[in-house]
């Protein structure tokens, strides 16, 4: 499969997966975030707000990601932080996004993970330990290069 065919199919799942959410209003893990869908740096985006939060390690670097959900969906579990464009963006807002087979603890090999940071995106087959259904550990081989690891608490 091709790069391009890969990440469009990456991000055509978790738009499937991060549409199909409904957020509960009160659902903001900070008084300044609002969840929902609309226009965000004039493009249509998907706005998640909760407890969660990710780490990412990509080479050297070490990349926070605050104010998320995760819940289970569509047969599986899902964690969304950040903001989410689904047509893609030039936004220097962050997103981290992972879709987990099942919704139970276990260990899952080659789950579609994605994440922008200053504008720049990345998608990985990650191996995802989920520890409990409030956290766990991922690693993987980004598109292109980079090893990533990091963790998700919800």
Known sequence: MTRTLTL??????????????TVAAGAAGSATCKPGVRIVDGSPARVFCGPAKSTVHLG?????????????????YVVNIGTFFPSGSKSKRPYFG??????????????????????????VFAKVVLKTLHGGTFSGVEFGGGHITGSFTC
Do not use: D, W
């Open 8 to 21: 469009g199919l990456m991000a055509a799942l978790v738009t499937t997966a991060a549409l199909a959410f």
């Open 98 to 123: 992972i879709f987990i087979a099942k919704p139970k603890p276990g260990t899952y090999n080659k789950q579609q993970l994605s994440f922008r940071f200053n504008g720049v995106g990345h998608a």
């Open 60 to 76: 050297a670097k070490t990349l926070s990601f605050p104010n998320g959900k995760c819940e289970k969906s569509g047969g599986g």
